[in-house]
């Protein structure tokens, strides 16, 4: 049974951190592509972050320079490191990963989603 498991989310005021983390088990966490996607109420849903497998990263652009993308194969688990955090950050924060063969997309699975809210 495949699992991702968010944390790290919270109440912060503006220009603070937090650092959120993804657990995952059920699957060869190595090969899987890892994105952190938010979703504010009433918008839909962004992709945020993300990490391939080889390690490539590559940001929104309303997040560069404040929040860093990592990831930890052996422990299989994954990492959106937030700085100087805006209200407008304020969202749901899903992790998400998927696997690439050759090309196409073979599996996809998501966490259930860790609330940050940033208050002004």
């Known amino acids: 049974q495949v699992q991702l498991v968010e944390s790290g989310g919270g109440l912060v005021q503006a220009g603070g951190s937090l650092r959120l983390s993804c657990a995952a088990s059920?699957?060869?966490?190595?090969?899987?592509?890892i994105g952190w996607y938010r979703q504010a109420p009433g918008k839909q849903r962004e992709l945020v972050a993300a990490?391939?497998?080889?390690?490539?990263?590559n940001y929104a652009d309303s997040v560069k320079g404040r929040f860093t993308i990592s990831r930890d194969d052996a422990k299989k688990m994954a990492y959106l490191q937030m700085n100087s955090l805006k209200p407008e950050d304020t969202a749901v924060y899903y992790c998400?990963?998927?696997?690439?063969?050759?090309?196409?997309?073979?599996?996809?699975?998501w966490g259930q989603g860790t609330q940050v809210t940033v208050s002004s």
């Open positions: 998400n990963a998927r696997r690439t063969v050759l090309g196409i997309i073979r599996n996809v699975y």
């Open positions: 059920g699957i060869i966490f190595s090969v899987n592509d």
């Open positions: 990490i391939t497998s080889g390690d490539s990263t």
